[in-house]
């Protein structure tokens, strides 16, 4: 007989054949715990237990077992997972390592997540869309500090089961009274933490016992071995059951007669003719198609990817989300949250950053620092600032609203990261909590006279001059010559001078790190005012900062802002001295002094830069006007 004349296939029957796993549930869970509490022999130990591991792996895991095996030539499982150069010669974890395997019951996506406390971020990644986390602890150390941190980011993340492993039992005899003090240490941290469900089993990775079979050293134990426990563990998958959400992370338009939006949807089930809503804007369509690359769907539900054309012509981009047209989601731009510091530069309230929530970024600022959170004791103690792997709660100012959902309701709309403006660095992971009513019940007044009119009336658009520099390089001397010159050319001017502003405005703030973002802050936002209002205004301000001159240059339109770098060596500045300023932080007097023990970063990319040595102060103001009144002509 023919391949033509063959029985066609059940095409349920060939999908079995071909992809065996496809319709097994599947369960994404991490490994966390403290350095060297046996995570990545745990997951090898899984693997090769299970016979999971191909035999081209197999081979090399023997040769790498040799070579840099911690197990004295036999069988280091630890070196699947463990594979950059530098976890391999400490014998650690630094990055988050994956593996995917399956069994008859289940398939699984394992994160192995590192356990020193300086890659705490790396195990925030690995978390982030775990549904159970395996928390290891050695037998002998008992609960540590960074037990306490994992558990107490599992449950900010939202995972409902933690397994609560006991590892190196067999370094501790598998004394069940080890075991149970252990345990009883640990639920009562994690009761605390309204972590929802603890199971807790003793093993040793090592030796595999109590892994994927139950060994008859833990004969005391009743529940079912590591491997069972992960195969049964229920996985409630909500999303079917809420309301429609869809991020647009693209805009299909390959040709004149097509325009359509994909994404990944998020919850909820979508068909042809259900209604839409586009959001922020809060325009409204219908579902005229649902397009794949295996043709139209009739439905489509959570977890698959389709492109969705609508009926109506609206706009619609990346970033924006639709929605449920009955259910939408909230829209605001101001939030309580969570923040996980993940960078080494600390968290100053009213740095601007760039908060990035499914496909859509915005520029976000934290206005202010509600609490610390102690990982030890859970208590919550008031703070400025973050540093590194701290955990805070924070309010945030955006630049625009965004569709979001509290991340205890939505992981997808209510997760965020924030990024560094400058390096774009990811220096936080947030969770939104709820929206400010302030959000809701502030709006903008529209005004008949608008920037434009203010500007036509002056005959020319206001602007920025924004001078930088150390004390006593020369910054407010060049200024007040300059806007003498302007004020003759008959610009309409206003000089903010640092100290002047301390006198009133800023009055309240000290010199630390955080008081100067705030300085810096709120004058940028009267910077702001005054260029709406028409006029040229300039600054006058040590600014020490990147971050805040670029936040101050972002207030306003391309073309508005002039950065002047007053560039003065250090020694130079302090041989002047005119205020006594460096005489007293020599003397310890004056703490945090820039240029002495806080730094100043100088500006990268300044349209003008006086070298103050070289130039005197009339010479540069003449440099300046020049260049402002050129932007005109």
Request: aromatic content about 6%.
């Given at each position: ?5 063959a029985p ?13 796993d ?26 090769h ?15 790498d ?11 280091d ?9 530098a ?44 549904d ?7 037998a ?19 995972i409902?089961?933690v397994?609560?492993?006991?590892n ?6 598998w ?45 005391w ?9 992960l ?38 089930e ?11 804007s809060?325009?409204?369509s ?25 009926a ?27 923040l ?12 601007s ?76 992971a947030?969770?939104?909590?709820f ?12 005004l ?52 002047n ?19 810096i ?16 205004v ?24 002039m ?21 007293k ?26 070298d ?22």
């Amino acid at each position: 007989m023919s391949v033509a004349d063959a029985p066609a296939s059940i095409p349920g029957e060939m999908d079995a054949g071909l992809y065996p796993d496809q319709h097994k549930g599947l369960l994404r869970f991490l490994t966390c715990g403290s350095v060297d509490d046996g995570k990545s022999t745990l997951i090898g130990r899984l693997l090769h237990d299970s016979r999971l591991i191909p035999d081209d792996q197999m081979a090399t895991l023997e040769a790498d077992s040799r070579r840099h095996g911690a197990q004295g030539g036999d069988l280091d499982l630890a070196l699947l997972v463990d594979g950059l150069a530098a976890e391999r010669e400490q014998g650690i974890t630094i990055d988050v390592a994956y593996r995917f395997f399956a069994t008859a019951a289940r398939k699984f996506i394992v994160a192995d997540t590192p356990g020193h406390e300086q890659y705490t971020r790396n195990m925030v990644t690995g978390a982030s869309t775990a549904d159970a986390a395996i928390i290891l602890v050695d037998a002998r150390k008992g609960v540590l500090t960074q037990t306490r941190r994992h558990a107490c980011l599992v449950s900010l993340l939202g995972i409902r089961h933690v397994i609560l492993a006991v590892n190196k039992m067999d370094l501790v005899d598998w004394s069940r009274d080890r075991f149970d003090a252990i345990v009883a240490d640990f639920r009562g941290f994690a009761d605390r933490l309204a972590v929802a469900h603890v199971h807790a089993l003793p093993m040793s990775a090592l030796r595999g016992d109590n892994v994927v079979e139950a060994g008859d050293r833990a004969a005391w134990c009743a529940g079912p071995p590591l491997l069972r426990l992960l195969e049964t563990l229920p996985t409630a998958d909500d999303s079917l059951s809420a309301p429609f959400r869809m991020a647009v992370q693209y805009v299909n338009r390959p040709n004149q007669d097509f325009r359509g939006y994909s994404g990944l949807i998020a919850s909820g089930e979508i068909r042809p003719g259900d209604a839409l809503r586009i959001l922020p804007s809060g325009r409204t369509s219908a579902v005229a198609r649902i397009v794949t690359a295996d043709g139209d769907l009739a439905v489509a539900r959570s977890g698959q990817s389709v492109t969705l054309a609508l009926a109506d012509e609206v706009d619609v981009s990346r970033g924006d989300l639709l929605a449920a047209a009955a259910a939408p989601p909230g829209i605001a731009d101001q939030f309580e949250a969570t923040l996980i510091w993940m960078d080494e530069e600390p968290m100053f309230p009213g740095r601007s950053y760039l908060l990035k929530l499914g496909a859509r970024t915005v520029g976000a600022a934290i206005t202010a620092t509600r609490h610390r959170l102690d990982v030890n004791t859970l208590e919550k103690a008031p703070t400025k600032r973050l540093e590194l792997n701290e955990i805070g709660v924070c309010n945030l100012s955006l630049d625009a609203p965004i569709a979001f959902e509290p991340y205890a309701a939505s992981r997808e709309l209510g997760g965020f990261i924030l990024i560094d403006r400058i390096s774009n660095r990811t220096v936080a992971a947030g969770l939104l909590h709820f929206a400010l009513r302030r959000s809701h019940n502030i709006h903008w007044q529209t005004l008949r006279v608008d920037k434009a009119a203010r500007s036509a009336i002056k005959g020319r658009r206001g602007q920025v001059i924004w001078f930088t520099g150390l004390s006593g390089a020369g910054k407010s001397t060049i200024a007040d010559r300059t806007e003498q010159r302007l004020h003759a050319e008959g610009l309409h001017t206003y000089l903010l001078d640092g100290d002047n502003v301390r006198h009133g405005l800023n009055k309240d703030l000290g010199f630390t790190e955080e008081d100067r973002v705030e300085n810096i802050r709120r004058v940028a936002e009267v910077a702001r005012l005054m260029v709406d209002a028409g006029l040229v205004v300039l600054v006058s301000f040590i600014s020490p900062f990147r971050a805040e001159r670029r936040m101050a240059r972002a207030l306003v339109e391309d073309g508005e802002f002039m950065e002047v770098f007053v560039d003065t060596p250090l020694e130079v500045a302090e041989a002047r001295d005119v205020k006594g300023l460096y005489k007293k932080a020599r003397a310890g007097l004056l703490p945090n002094f820039t240029g002495l023990d806080s730094a100043y970063e100088p500006p990268e990319c300044a349209e003008i830069v006086i070298d103050a040595t070289a130039v005197m102060p009339d010479e540069a103001a003449e440099i300046i006007v020049s260049r402002v009144l050129n932007r005109e002509a």
